[in-house]
């Protein structure tokens, strides 16, 4: 979440700090690190589908359990590309379109 971005002020809404105090209390192990069989503490809810400043995406999207360095790194990293970044426990690409993945 950039500061300086036009929907920076969704962050400071009481709706969100409720929406990421429920994800975080719900789910409390960064999702990214659970699924490469790590165990991390998650700090930040993260919207899985950009919203871009949509408010109905906002407050209503999907959100995963983060921790900051998969956040601020291959979360970040996907957004810009499109591939999702990372390995699965047996090292498997975890991007669906993978070509590996591809039937």
Same mark, same amino acid.
């Given at each position: ?37 790590? !165990? ?42 499109? !591939?999702? !970044?990372?390995?699965? !426990? ?14």
């Amino acid at each position: 979440m950039a500061n300086n971005s036009p929907w920076h002020h969704l962050y400071k809404t009481k709706d969100w700090y409720r929406l990421r105090h429920h994800q975080l209390q719900a789910y409390p192990l960064c999702r990214r690190c659970e699924s490469q069989g790590r !165990v991390v503490s998650a700090i930040i809810a993260d919207h899985v589908k950009p919203h871009r400043g949509d408010v109905a995406l906002f407050f209503g999207g999907e959100l995963q359990s983060l921790c900051k360095t998969c956040h601020d790194s291959a979360k970040q990293r996907e957004e810009k590309s499109g !591939v999702i !970044v990372g390995c699965d !426990v047996n090292g498997l690409p975890i991007d669906p379109n993978h070509h590996w993945n591809r039937e």
